[in-house]
């Protein structure tokens, strides 16, 4: 069974941090990739940032320079790290999983439930 649950969501003034969590169990792909998407109310989900098995890593233009997403070690934990934020960036994040290729195509096979991140001004 694939897992992916996500933590580290919460309120924040502009300009504030946080630092959201991803853990992963049941994925089975050699060379995966992973990624946080998210999605506010009357707007399309958006790719935010994917890191494949090599640590590649891809952002959105919104985000890079703002955003860091890694992995643990033991690779079983995705990270997204948010520094100074924007009101823009409210918004439920999502982890996502899939193929290596997932990265290149944007499309992924498993998803968690959401981590709700509000940024007030």
């Known amino acids: 069974q694939v897992q992916l649950q996500e933590s580290g969501g919460g309120s924040v003034q502009s300009g504030g941090s946080l630092r959201l969590s991803c853990a992963a169990s049941?994925?089975?792909?050699?060379?995966?990739?992973m990624g946080w998407f998210r999605q506010a109310p009357g707007k399309e989900r958006e790719g935010v940032a994917y890191?494949?098995?090599?640590?590649?890593?891809k952002y959105a233009s919104t985000v890079k320079g703002r955003f860091t997403i890694s992995q643990e070690n033991a690779k079983n934990t995705l990270y997204l790290q948010m520094n100074s934020l924007k009101p823009e960036d409210t918004a439920m994040y999502y982890c996502?999983?899939?193929?290596?290729?997932?990265?290149?195509?944007?499309?992924?096979?498993?998803w968690g439930q959401g981590t709700q991140v509000t940024v007030s001004s």
């Open positions: 996502a999983a899939g193929p290596f290729y997932s990265c290149s195509n944007g499309r992924f096979d498993y």
């Open positions: 890191i494949d098995s090599d640590g590649t890593t």
């Open positions: 049941g994925i089975h792909y050699s060379r995966n990739c």
